[in-house]
């Protein structure tokens, strides 16, 4: 009898663990459930398409032919609303049933909302979260038109609205809170190169800043954004990117272990509950690398992810660990900004910065690199990552990182 | 560290700069493999390449740069 493999999510975990899946097991049943409209695109480049410069159809990756092709049932449209880990079934919100043996969640997040820290009028009309590809189309439509705008939200996703109105020439101001932009990652001296990047593309950095409230009009259209310090700012158009809430409402009445982090898993993908796995950006993973749980949100984690799962859904056994060093990079600028790794996780750091545009800064624990960022060359990025991978002990090197062309083969003396 | 052009293959690439159309196949710096990671910077930098990037794809950088066939 052939087995029947459930796939909540059609990003790219959810889609690269249907297509192992149907590699692995060629006579089973696998469907993919997703609450979007259309089928698997490239999130990467969503950002391109709001920012004016890149068509709708590069982003497109599979058309529902793909999984027509491959025996995939992919189903559109579709809310799942629980999951019945004793009788192996997922129900959806048309009352419909998958019988499972093997369920794999990959359902991602939603951005989360200002309103659910009691910020006013945060659901105004006006006011972007930006995740989908529908949301690349709204703000596109939006950012076209509008002619000011204000940026909440200092982080990896932030930065991708400020880019958006700079492209869009939507006269913007990009409120942070503390003095710099990603200051869990960067010191002021990194950061810098970005603010100078951001003006350039005139989007102005306010500081020690955020939002308040939101004013609006009559008709409920944001008009203003307020920060803590009173200070209003003139805006048709704002872009809020301040996290993620993970989409696992489904489990709440399961044994799966979620949280405000998402969904507990081992190396191998697997829950603690039997025969249900998650991949991307949904998962808490053993990282074996650091040693301890860690999350990661970057494309090619999250494809990774899907096939090591996938694999391991397969087998029926853990076959196959997962271990990744992941990277993201930020092209919105003239110069490239790329992180690697868990830059935020370090016990010490060692930094550079070479010159007004480039600028280097590796985190350490337990005397081994666990991330960094690189702003301006990137070229050191692959050495770095061999560090990661494999757990080079650095000893009293770690300042060599920063050497200009990285020696590993004189760092790192076999212990 | 970037080869010497044409090294291994005896092909070479460039890139050169484009504006995207509804035809291309675009691809993010992000998206592709280590190798061909390291070949882009290269022949950003202007120097060459082992030949690891497909001819007529289209990659997402600072700008969007084409490789073309030298």
Known sequence: ???????????IAGSSAAETIREEAPDADVAVLTDEGEALYNRILIKE??????????????EEDWYDERDVDLELNTFVTDVDVDAHEVHTHEGDVYGYDKLLVAAGGTPSSLASFGVENADAEGIHHFWTFQDARRIREHAEAAETGVVVGAGLLGIDFAATCGAQDVDAKYLMRGNRWWRYALSLEGAEIIHDGL???GVEPVFDSGAERFEVDDDGHLEAVVDPSGERFEAEFAGVAIGLDFNVEFLDDTPVETSNDGIEVDEYMQTDV?????????????DTILGEKAQNGSWGSAKEQGQVAAKNMVADEAAETF??????????????FLSFGHPTEGEEYVEKRYSETEYRRVALKDGKVVGGVLIGNLAPQQKLKRCIREELPLGDDAERLLEEDIDL???APAQ | MCMAVGDTTGTTRELR????????DVRDFDQLPPAQQREFLCLRRGEGAEAALPAGTVIRFTDYYRVERA
Request: net charge negative; charged share 25%; hydrophobic share 35%.
């Open chain 1, 1 to 11: 009898m052939s087995q029947s493999y459930v796939i909540i999510g059609d990003g």
């Open chain 1, 49 to 62: 398409h709001a920012k004016g410069k890149l068509p709708e159809a590069p982003i497109s990756i599979h």
């Open chain 1, 199 to 201: 003006r350039e593309v």
């Open chain 1, 274 to 286: 039997e025969d249900v796995y998650a991949a991307g950006d949904i998962t808490r993973f053993y």
């Open chain 1, 323 to 336: 271990r990744w060093v992941s990277s993201y990079s930020i092209t919105h600028f003239d110069v490239p």
């Open chain 1, 409 to 411: 083969d004189s760092l």
């Open chain 2, 17 to 24: 700069r484009v504006r995207p159309t509804a035809a291309d």
